[in-house]
């Protein structure tokens, strides 16, 4: 079983920029696609990001143009860079694996992005 672990996670101010990471222990290589979804306090958790084996990229409305998603196989590292940072980008971002067979994602723990001046 493949776990991931995400960090990069940090307090940044309006418009400043992050970039997390979600390393697999264990080959993400083999999965369908990884995304990246984020939860803020009191809410449900929402789609941030996605990337396929393939590299096809898709974003949420509310991040595009600002975020960008990226994958490093060597590495066993899926990329969020998250660039103009606004307040309501904070919540708790979470790295998700999507298989290719019906068995459920595997998540990360989460690392928390926190946006205020």
């Known amino acids: 079983q493949v776990q991931l672990v995400e960090s990069g996670g940090d307090s940044v101010q309006p418009g400043g920029s992050l970039r997390l990471a979600c390393v697999g222990y264990?080959?993400?290589?083999?999965?369908?696609?990884m995304a990246w979804y984020r939860q803020a306090l009191g809410k449900e958790r929402e789609y941030v990001a996605r990337?396929?084996?393939?590299?096809?990229?898709n974003y949420d409305d509310s991040v595009k143009g600002r975020f960008s998603i990226s994958k490093d196989f060597a590495k066993n590292t899926v990329y969020l860079q998250m660039n103009s940072l606004k307040v309501e980008d904070t919540a708790v971002y979470y790295c998700k694996a999507e298989r290719y067979s019906a068995s459920p994602p595997i998540w990360g723990q989460g690392t928390q992005v926190t946006v205020s001046s």
């Open positions: 990337i396929t084996g393939y590299g096809a990229t």
């Open positions: 264990g080959s993400i290589a083999g999965f369908k696609a």
